[in-house]
C-alpha cells in the first residue's frame, strides 16, 4: 500500500463508521485483525469489529463525525498515522443529546492492504466530562481504562518504577 492507498482507507474507515455500516468497517481489517478502542475495549475479527460498531458505538450515540488529518504512511513498515478529531451525540439515558467533540491520534497496522491493528491515543476523560454524567461513573470508567492500561505489556517497564 502508498501514501494515496492510505488515504483512501482512511476515508472508507471514518466514513463507515459515520454511517454505522458496521460490515463495511469490518471489511477493511483482516480476518484477524484487532480494533482496540479506548471506551469499549479490544475487539478481534470482523464479526466482533462489526458488532463493536452497529452495538455500542451506535447503540450508545448517534451522528458521528470523524475527520483525518495530517496522514502518515511508512511504506516499508506498512505502518500509517493520523491526527483527528471526533464526534457525536450521546443517546445514553444519563446523557442524552450532550455533544461529544475531541481530538486524538490514530496507528494502523496494515496486512496485504487491510487493518491487522488499529489503535487509539486520546483524552478520554475530556470526552467523559463533556457527557455530564454522574461523577461516581465517571470516576468508575477512569480507573477501568486505568487498570488495562498498566496491565499493557507495553507499559509495564514504566509502571512497575
Do not use: C
Not at 463493536?52 to 450508545?60: I, N, S
Amino acid at each position: 500500500m502508498d501514501h494515496n492507498l492510505f488515504i483512501k482507507l482512511l476515508d472508507q474507515f471514518t466514513s463507515s463508521v459515520e454511517a454505522g455500516t458496521g460490515k463495511t468497517l469490518a471489511s477493511l481489517f483482516t480476518e484477524d485483525g484487532i480494533y482496540h478502542d479506548t471506551f469499549y475495549g479490544t475487539f478481534k475479527g470482523p464479526a466482533a469489529i462489526a458488532q463493536m460498531l452497529e452495538g455500542l458505538f451506535w447503540g450508545d450515540a448517534e451522528a458521528f463525525l470523524w475527520d483525518m488529518m495530517d496522514p502518515v504512511f511508512d511504506t516499508k513498515r506498512q505502518v500509517g498515522y493520523a491526527r483527528w478529531v471526533f464526534s457525536y451525540t450521546s443517546t445514553m439515558d444519563d446523557s442524552v443529546g450532550k455533544r461529544v467533540v475531541f481530538d486524538g491520534m490514530s496507528q494502523f497496522h496494515l496486512k496485504n492492504g487491510l487493518i491487522k491493528v488499529y489503535r487509539e491515543v486520546f483524552s478520554a476523560g475530556l470526552a467523559l466530562v463533556q457527557l455530564e454524567m454522574d461523577p461516581k461513573r465517571t470516576t468508575k470508567i477512569l480507573e477501568r481504562m486505568l487498570t488495562l492500561h498498566n496491565n499493557d505489556p507495553e507499559r509495564r517497564r514504566h509502571v512497575s518504577r
